[in-house]
């Protein structure tokens, strides 16, 4: 399933004295089955387009297509049931939002509730907490009684066991440790590959967009300014400067990497061990 974005803009308390406009004109086409990143600083409209991908909010102008739905200003937002269930969202900090006696019942939740059966959701659950690298044991215990690690790994779980055709990652690795950031960032990248789940994270991470996404797209004061691949963008060093966007891998190893853009790189960030392999 794809999303597209045309021309939309959002206005925070609409006609009232503190309208304020957070989104302008954005197009943007998300085709199914990409690896979209979205970065920018702080304020620069993310979290807001974000919960446009699954009708959390309505455009104040423009429209939202999600698969076959249009969502529109002034249109009636009816039947988004159905769209909350395909486009997953992971927002920061997900394991706040955990709350059932049992790490079991906390995943099979999201599903009962969508009116899949209980067997159904059971199945889902026990197949998906080895999919998050938990051993199935997790499953009878407390979330409470969990590592901060482990209780992301399970309320990620419990997205996935609606079975989305889109996830949406905001932060996904916000406060993790760099070992556990890599395991659910890899853990994202085989999903994505191996059942073609259409990806959307959300980042401050250059270099997470840099090695795991088809596409970049840059936000900046409400607009989106660019959108390309990871190539184009980065070899756009107006467009970084002008957005005070750094990716720390290349800007240390600038000259380096010119040299090797000469070459096809499958991956354009990459650490200082496999940038030196590459060029040696
Ligand atoms: P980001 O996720 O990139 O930090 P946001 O989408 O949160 O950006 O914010 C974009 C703009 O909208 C900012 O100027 C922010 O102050 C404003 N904004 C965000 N949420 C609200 C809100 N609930 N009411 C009014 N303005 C908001």
Redesign the pocket.
């Known amino acids: 399933m794809g999303i597209k974005l045309q021309q939309v803009s959002y206005a ?2 609409m006609g009232t004295p ?1 309208e ?1 406009y ?1 989104l302008f004109d954005v197009d943007l086409t998300i085709p199914h089955g990409t690896y979209q990143a979205i970065i ?10 974000l919960q446009h991908f699954n009708g959390l909010l309505k455009p104040s102008k423009g429209q939202v297509h999600i698969g076959d739905r249009v969502i529109a200003a002034g249109k009636k937002a009816k039947e988004l049931k159905p769209v909350r269930q395909k486009v997953g969202i992971v927002f920061q900090f997900p394991e706040h939002q955990l709350f059932e006696e049992t790490v079991l019942k906390d995943i099979m939740f999201g599903p009962m509730n969508f009116g899949v059966s209980e067997q159904e959701a059971e199945q889902r659950a026990r197949e998906l907490i080895h999919l998050v690298g938990l051993p199935e044991d997790t499953l009878n215990k407390s979330p409470f009684d969990l590592s901060g690690g482990q209780m992301r790994r399970v309320a990620i779980a419990g997205v996935l066991a609606m079975d989305p055709e889109v996830i949406v990652l905001d932060e996904p690795t916000a406060g993790l440790d760099p070992r556990g950031q890599k395991e659910i960032m890899d853990m994202f990248h085989a999903l994505h590959k191996e059942r073609g789940l259409t990806t959307i994270l ?1 980042t401050h991470s250059m270099e997470d967009a840099a090695r795991y996404a088809d596409k970049i797209a840059i ?1 900046h004061e ?1 607009r989106c300014v660019l959108n390309g691949t990871p190539l184009e963008v980065f070899a756009d060093a107006e467009t970084l400067e002008k957005y005070r966007l750094e990716l720390p891998h290349i800007v240390r190893f600038q000259r380096k990497i010119e040299k090797l853009m000469n070459k096809s790189l499958s991956k354009i960030c990459l650490t200082e061990e496999e940038l030196a392999a590459e060029v040696a």
């Open positions: 925070y308390s503190f304020k957070a920018g600083h702080t304020g620069s409209g993310k979290s807001t387009i959300v936000m409400g």
